[in-house]
Nanobody, 121 residues
């Protein structure tokens, strides 16, 4: 059974940066991604990375966020720069066994518990 554990969330001022990490155990070689959910809103995709390290980003984060993974350590990262207050949310790491990715919550079978990101103005 795959387990995903996020870390790195916290509070930051607008324009600041954070790096989220997701440590995976019992899981290797599939599509992984980051999603976020703000209060009262649906969970939305932020970025995904496939086994060939092809990446996909939500339009709202392109040029500011970067997804990457350390295959040796089995850790997924999300570097977030120039953060905006409206990006305050719980950020979730997700994974699936398939090699390719879809920006679709229902596509992912494994989820972390989430880490809170708060961006103040």
């Amino acid at each position: 059974q795959a387990q995903l554990v996020e870390s790195g969330g916290g509070s930051v001022q607008a324009g600041g940066s954070l790096r989220l990490s997701c440590a995976a155990s019992g899981y290797q070689n599939g599509c992984m991604g980051w999603f976020r959910q703000a209060p009262g809103k649906e969970r939305e995709g932020v970025a995904q990375i496939d086994i060939a390290e092809g990446t996909n980003y939500a339009d709202s984060v392109k040029g500011r966020f970067s997804i990457s993974k350390d295959n040796a350590k089995n850790i997924l990262y999300l570097q977030m720069n120039s953060l905006k207050p409206e990006e305050s949310a719980v950020y979730y790491c997700a994974a699936t066994w398939t090699a390719y990715c879809r920006d679709d919550v229902s596509f992912f079978g494994f989820w972390g518990q989430g880490t809170q990101v708060t961006v103040s103005s």
